[in-house]
């Protein structure tokens, strides 16, 4: 009976004290999650992820364990580390502090958010995480005119309808330029916009909106003298975009070359050439006849494309007469937006100018970069104060 009394109460003792060891354990992997997602919070602006506050709390339990298991071949009084008795201990231990931990993680992202005025964002899309991703949203206001952007086709006006007065929420940005470029990328999208210009103000609210259509592929490219038409037609299958073509008539026995020119587009039995205007006015193509198109051996031109590439870029070319006393008149090239391509002065072409190249009374410049680039520089070189 004795006996049976001792093992009761060396049960009991037993079992306060492991109670006691894996509240102690909860605490320890508590604090220690607590004080990451607090820091967590604090350093990036976003909630810890589940894993690492379990981690990081548990990671510290199971150093004590280990530690303490190496040192005294026992982790709890006389139990053995090869034992049920200790494998349940550890379990319950383990299970007990990643709770801990969990609550800890909350707790610790909680506080960081009050501490440092951070609200949580409740919404779900895309939007919604790139809010998240950059700490606050910002609401931003579109004027209530809306522009044409110069050099590009007016939009529809249910579009300047839909675009005027409109709030926009984007992520929490500082910097204007970088602003301007992710809302100018997002209206475009949004709207099958060719081009956006932003000008923003040093209070930063939109002050200037102006939109403009997607550029002529065709028209904007062609030389002088030349016109373009879609025509029905065989296209030889070497024939590619900007190769030299003969265009033949296709019906009855007897055909004859009724033009020459280049390809510009091909889709099916369809082709768009670029032919002389005067061989298009002397040889009338007749919409419902159908041609041949054969190839013509002269050396490769890589104009066309040059011009692909240009009309797919953001970038435009400006030229600009510098006048004298006006606000372009004793400046450095470097000191102007945008890539000065070449400078005409008396006759003599200067391409690609030193950043130190003075420039003076007549010059001509033929400046690359975007509209809102361009739009820094005078018109024409106007004197300074000029309206």
Known sequence: MTGVVVLQTAVTEWT?????????????????????????????????PIGVGAFAGLAVVAGWLNAAGLEQATIIDETPLVH?????????????????????????????????DIDRLTATGEIASLVRSARLSIAIQLPERIDDAA????????????????????????????????????????????????????DGTIERLAVGGTRSRIGASLPTGTVAMAIRADPT???????????????????????????RATAGDLATIAVDADAADRFAFDPGSSY?????????????????VLRSADETVRSITVEDGGTLDNVFVGWLSGIVLVVVRDGEVIPFPADNETLRDGDELSVLGTTSELASLPPNGVRSGSP
Do not use: M
């Open 84 to 116: 049920h008795a200790t494998a349940t201990y550890v379990l319950c231990a383990v299970v007990v502090s990643a709770v801990a931990a969990e609550i800890g993680r909350r707790i610790g992202d909680g506080i960081a958010r009050d501490v440092f």
């Open 292 to 308: 041949r198109l054969t190839t013509r051996s002269e050396p490769p031109n890589d104009g066309d494309a040059l011009c692909a």
């Open 16 to 48: 306060e004290t492991a109670l006691i060891n894996i509240l102690g354990f909860a605490l320890i992997a508590g604090i220690v999650a607590t004080t990451v997602a607090f820091g967590y919070r604090a350093a990036s602006t976003r909630g810890a």
């Open 151 to 202: 050099g590009y086709p007016p939009v529809d006006p249910s579009v300047k309808r839909d675009l005027t007065g409109r709030t926009v929420l984007f992520p929490q940005i500082s910097d204007d330029s970088a602003l301007r470029s992710r809302l100018a990328t997002r209206l475009e999208r949004d709207y099958g916009l060719g081009h956006v210009s932003i000008t923003i103000g040093a």
């Open 237 to 263: 299958p070497t024939a590619s975009v900007g190769d030299p073509i003969e265009v033949w008539t296709a019906e009855g026995d007897s055909n004859r070359l009724a033009a020459t020119g280049t390809v």
